[in-house]
């Protein structure tokens, strides 16, 4: 008996870890030790507030940040990737858990949990089938519109930690009534606390590094320093209000974080809740795809190296559904964290198991600390984080350059703040699918003349150009399908109806991709009404794709003229008094 | 003071009927009247029949062919269109209510006098706002295969009647199952009536008119015959029943239809039914303009009239109104009595006028008659009537043209049979537009080369060319936009990979009409990449809308090479010895 072999190759394809961990070297493992040491302690901070911004408890942040960096080591293909809880999709994990109007903790836990997994089965269900290029749908001005706004939208959720009052709902309006409502109500120490947080994150990031470089200190570990902003932040608020007792004065904290690694869970099978999520978790895996797969592809291309979007879809895939075995809710692939990363030499993903162990001896050992965190902190670094995000020029730049990208990007803006995150992303892109083809539905048609000198045509209104009575040539400026069928044959018609002289018809078809059956039958139209008016139609230019199909239908027997290779052996041959042998090359072209 | 001008242009273009009613003459009106007397005859057992169909009383079909017909009369352009009761649009009707769950005889009639003027209303305004072009988005495959799926549907469903069983459903499987489950119920002599009026009309419809015009009748007088047939077959199967007490045995029978002129009626104003309703009503107005309007279309190229497509929205919509306003249901432009209408000689709208005239006379006088028809006698007509609809030739049409519209067509096919005509019609246009652009997003891209003695460039793997070691030249077979720009990107990146001598890259467009914004940003990365390999980028034959566009953007200025008229000028400049004044003549081209 012969099993079926399974070349080594094609085990690496699906297996992307037996590819790099071969040349694994001493030197490789120290690049990728201090990557992960310095990821990690950005990412405590990082999971415990996102995991907040999620309407989670904190310890799911730390949770969703161990066991899917290793799967996304086994089966990611981008070298400096870090993969776990981001701002955009923490956000989107609330609005989805908040539809559901669940109450009892362990049941919003379990919809995370069931989140993560069908996000995972259908990231893993689009790599198997190699529907990457579903992603390609989100054009980038709509992704640029929807990221700015989930920014802000995440920023005005967190105010609430930092003036220390209620405030809820999904939309910029919700979020800023109920805020406003309850002002009067702001508790005093934590307003300080996280105004104070927010002032030091921003100097971090802008001033601390120079600082530390003019000390003299090397430039690497002034970067690490740097990014150890959060948790200098974490650690000085903590103890503040440890040693002030602020918790009595209604300062907010984190409380009790168990302590240990990730408990083994499962996702709810209930059809009910499924269906309930099921769009949510296609959103979010599409989302976190397109966030994950454009940074990694911007790393890999600085190195000069290439990842594979259909394996990334099973490397995330298996993250999410090992977020979901673990405790963790979903995630994908974060722009800063994997910038860090990459910054600081990871050179293989095991830079990512290494995190994962280090947040994994942080959920061991750190949490006890944890208990007396102010809320307020991780909101002032989740504010800071997402408002590089918010970058409004992508409107200008659409603005001068197309004004239906524009619409797409500010329609996108617009409905994400207003309706939230799963509106927002839904109709920007049923938006920029609709004005594609409303486009295309009506295609630019020019009649085209010779340019003398050459045996070039262009539109007679452009360009100064040479031209026969007896001949019409229109250059169609689309390919012709069942959105624009009818209304080549209107133009067609209206552009012959009271031109006298005509004698033919030229349809110049060099920009026409494809000829469906919609447009195969107002083809036939066209041809049997001219035939009517004694005006022959001809083509020219036709495609080899385009051509096999049409010799595939009986159009060219009907056809009341003929296909000419070149538009120039057209306008010799349709001459009133064409020069002698052209008939023959033109016969001989077809 | 001074009111606005109206001009009698504009009045004429919203009031078709001040136009025709100016010319109309003595001659023009014996030809409406004949023809007006012709589709009454053929029109009274259809409206009974259709309105049966759709699960109303019969009273509602006549209804329904009076004031909807003066209503288009004044506002439509077609001037043969018959308007009223269809098989398609009272099969979705039927749908639409059954959806709604009712049992009370009130509230259905007053859902279907709702849904007619909900539809009323989508048509009027997608008039008002010119929107008709949104009906193009029904390809010509899917509204073939939906017809012929919807005549199946409409058959199967009409078994009921023949067999005198009881029999439900919106598909063809609950509509097969149910009938066989009764079939021991079988009446026979309701089965033979049925019968009978299936095989009588059969003949009338295949041999009557031979036999007529043989014992010597005038051609037009055996027409006007053999469309009574149905009158005939309706008379003496209503004489049977009547003279053999027949409805004693088991045989349904009309009943009642109240006599009398059209009541009074309004439509329902409850929002939530109006929420239930909507998406019917808004697939019944665009199946109900698109079929309407393809009859019109076909009956006015025959006399080079032309009709006005937002017009006739305006036209349909008034006449769905009406409907709604005088106890009527959803109507529309029927095919086959718009053909008897026009082969009769009506000549203006006012044969559909007079038709409305007969239609009231017969509710005014006629109906005590109906009383014994058997209804079986009515489902005979529609059976007869629809199986001229079923048509799976374009199934055959397709497979051999375009396996994309085939399948868009098996599957509307499919899908209306197996759930019903609002999923297949839905379902065709979502997979007729899915397919379009997944075919988009993976473009046809060509490497072409110089045509040996012209100045033509055609696809190296198709023709014998002349290409140059230093210079890659890729024809883009399609618009540039988000969801193919990053498959663009790969394949230009893969193209030049592992080419050595490369030096230059013209990508060429005379096949891309439009470039996003999306793709800009593609164009922008790969000029970036291209250049850190040491190899330029040009652009040819863009044309003028794209090139505007490309100007209003920085990439001009960053792109590595230069921007060539046409084809030719790029490869005489590129090449590695050019012959000299060629720079110059390109840059003076840009």
Same mark, same amino acid.
């Given at each position: 008996m012969q099993l079926p072999q399974i070349t080594r190759a094609q085990l690496e394809r699906h297996l992307p870890i037996l590819n790099w961990s071969r040349s694994y070297?001493?030197?490789?493992?120290?690049?990728?030790? @201090?990557?992960?040491?310095?990821?990690?302690?950005?990412?405590?901070?990082? #999971?415990?507030?996102?995991?907040?911004?999620?309407?989670?408890?904190?310890?799911?942040?730390?949770?969703?940040?161990?066991?899917?960096?290793v799967a996304y080591a086994i089966f990611g293909t981008s070298?400096?990737?870090?993969?776990?809880?981001?701002?955009?999709?923490?956000?989107?994990?609330?609005?989805?858990?908040?539809?559901?109007?669940?109450?009892?903790?362990?049941?919003?836990?379990?919809?995370?949990?069931?989140?993560?997994f069908?996000?995972g089965a259908i990231l893993l269900a689009m790599g198997v089938l190699r529907l990457g290029f579903l992603?390609?749908?989100?054009? !980038?001005?709509?992704?640029?519109?929807?990221?700015?706004?989930?920014?802000?939208?995440?920023?005005?959720?967190?105010?609430?930690?930092?003036?220390? @009052?209620?405030?809820?709902? !999904?939309?910029?309006?919700?979020?800023? #009534?109920?805020?406003?409502?309850?002002?009067?109500?702001?508790?005093?120490?934590?307003?300080?606390?996280?105004?104070?947080?927010?002032?030091?994150?921003?100097? @971090?990031?802008?001033?601390?590094?120079?600082?530390?470089?003019? $000390?003299?200190?090397?430039?690497?570990?002034?970067?690490?320093?740097?990014?150890?902003?959060?948790?200098?932040?974490?650690?000085?608020?903590?103890?503040?209000? %440890?040693?002030?007792?602020?918790?009595?004065?209604?300062?907010?904290?984190?409380?009790?974080?168990?302590?240990?690694?990730?408990?083994?869970?499962?996702?709810?099978?209930?059809?009910?809740?499924?269906?309930?999520?099921?769009?949510?978790?296609?959103?979010?895996?599409?989302?976190?795809?397109?966030?994950?797969?454009?940074?990694?592809?911007?790393?890999?291309?600085?190195?000069?190296?290439r990842i594979t979007p259909d394996q990334e879809l099973v490397g995330l895939g298996a993250s999410n559904v090992a977020?979901?075995v673990?405790?963790?809710?979903?995630?994908?692939?974060?722009?800063?964290? #994997?910038?860090?990363?990459?910054?600081?030499?990871?050179?293989?993903p095991?830079?990512?198991?290494?995190?994962?162990?280090?947040?994994?001896?942080?959920?061991?050992?750190?949490?006890?600390?944890?208990?007396?965190?102010?809320?307020?902190?991780?909101?002032?670094? =989740?504010?800071?984080?997402?408002?590089?995000?918010?970058?409004?020029?992508?409107?200008?730049?659409? %603005? &001068?350059?197309?004004?239906?990208?524009?619409?797409?990007?500010?329609? $996108?803006?617009?409905?994400?703040?207003?309706?939230? *995150?799963?509106?927002?992303?839904?109709?920007?892109? =049923?938006?920029?699918?609709?004005?594609?083809?409303?486009?295309?539905?009506?295609? !630019?048609?020019?009649?085209?003349?010779?340019?003398? &000198?050459?045996?070039?045509?262009?539109? =007679?209104?452009? !360009?100064?150009?040479?031209?026969?009575?007896?001949?019409?040539?229109?250059?169609?400026?689309? #390919?012709?399908?069942?959105?624009?069928?009818?209304?080549?044959?209107?133009?067609?018609?209206?552009?012959?109806?009271?031109?006298?002289?005509?004698?033919?018809?030229?349809?110049?078809?060099?920009?026409?991709?494809?000829?469906?059956?919609?447009?195969?039958?107002?083809?036939?139209? =066209?041809?049997?009404?001219?035939?009517?008016?004694?005006?022959?139609?001809?083509?020219?230019? @036709?495609?080899?794709?385009?051509?096999?199909?049409?010799?595939?239908?009986?159009?060219?027997?009907?056809?009341?003229?003929? *296909?000419?290779?070149?538009?120039?052996?057209? %306008?010799?041959?349709?001459?009133?008094?064409?020069?002698?042998?052209?008939?023959?090359?033109?016969?001989?072209?077809?």
């Amino acid at each position: 008996m012969q099993l079926p072999q399974i070349t080594r190759a094609q085990l690496e394809r699906h297996l992307p870890i037996l590819n790099w961990s071969r040349s694994y070297t001493r030197d490789t493992a120290t690049s990728d030790v @201090v990557a992960a040491v310095i990821v990690t302690i950005m990412l405590i901070p990082q #999971s415990l507030a996102y995991a907040l911004l999620a309407g989670l408890p904190a310890e799911m942040g730390l949770y969703a940040s161990i066991l899917p960096l290793v799967a996304y080591a086994i089966f990611g293909t981008s070298r400096a990737l870090a993969v776990g809880p981001v701002a955009v999709v923490s956000l989107m994990t609330a609005a989805a858990i908040g539809n559901l109007g669940l109450t009892d903790p362990a049941q919003i836990a379990l919809a995370a949990i069931t989140l993560a997994f069908l996000s995972g089965a259908i990231l893993l269900a689009m790599g198997v089938l190699r529907l990457g290029f579903l992603a390609n749908f989100l054009s !980038h001005p709509v992704i640029a519109g929807f990221i700015t706004a989930s920014g802000i939208l995440i920023a005005a959720s967190q105010l609430r930690h930092i003036f220390g @009052v209620d405030a809820h709902g !999904h939309t910029l309006i919700e979020v800023a #009534s109920t805020l406003f409502t309850h002002l009067p109500e702001t508790n005093f120490f934590t307003l300080t606390i996280g105004i104070a947080a927010i002032a030091f994150l921003f100097w @971090v990031r802008k001033g601390l590094k120079p600082l530390l470089l003019s $000390t003299g200190l090397p430039p690497r570990l002034a970067d690490v320093l740097a990014k150890a902003g959060p948790v200098a932040a974490v650690a000085v608020t903590t103890l503040a209000v %440890w040693l002030f007792g602020l918790q009595n004065w209604g300062v907010a904290i984190v409380g009790t974080v168990p302590t240990g690694l990730p408990p083994l869970t499962a996702p709810s099978f209930d059809p009910a809740l499924w269906s309930q999520l099921f769009m949510s978790a296609l959103l979010i895996s599409i989302i976190g795809f397109v966030e994950s797969v454009s940074v990694a592809q911007t790393l890999a291309a600085k190195k000069r190296q290439r990842i594979t979007p259909d394996q990334e879809l099973v490397g995330l895939g298996a993250s999410n559904v090992a977020a979901a075995v673990s405790g963790g809710y979903p995630v994908t692939g974060g722009f800063a964290r #994997s910038v860090v990363n990459f910054d600081a030499g990871a050179e293989t993903p095991a830079a990512g198991a290494f995190t994962a162990i280090g947040i994994a001896l942080a959920a061991l050992l750190l949490t006890p600390l944890l208990f007396f965190l102010p809320k307020a902190t991780l909101a002032a670094t =989740i504010i800071v984080a997402v408002l590089s995000l918010v970058d409004f020029s992508i409107l200008k730049k659409t %603005w &001068g350059y197309s004004k239906v990208d524009f619409i797409a990007v500010a329609a $996108t803006i617009a409905l994400t703040l207003g309706f939230g *995150v799963e509106t927002g992303v839904s109709a920007g892109v =049923i938006l920029s699918i609709g004005l594609h083809l409303y486009k295309t539905s009506r295609p !630019h048609v020019a009649e085209v003349g010779l340019v003398p &000198g050459t045996q070039h045509f262009r539109n =007679i209104l452009r !360009h100064e150009v040479e031209t026969l009575p007896e001949l019409v040539t229109l250059r169609v400026d689309e #390919s012709l399908y069942f959105a624009n069928a009818r209304f080549l044959e209107d133009y067609v018609l209206n552009r012959v109806a009271c031109d006298q002289p005509l004698k033919h018809v030229v349809l110049m078809f060099p920009a026409v991709n494809e000829v469906d059956m919609s447009a195969l039958e107002s083809l036939e139209e =066209i041809n049997k009404r001219l035939s009517e008016m004694g005006i022959r139609l001809h083509l020219s230019e @036709v495609k080899g794709p385009v051509m096999d199909r049409l010799q595939r239908s009986h159009f060219l027997d009907e056809l009341t003229g003929q *296909v000419f290779l070149s538009q120039y052996d057209a %306008w010799r041959a349709l001459q009133p008094d064409p020069p002698t042998g052209t008939d023959q090359e033109s016969l001989a072209a077809q």
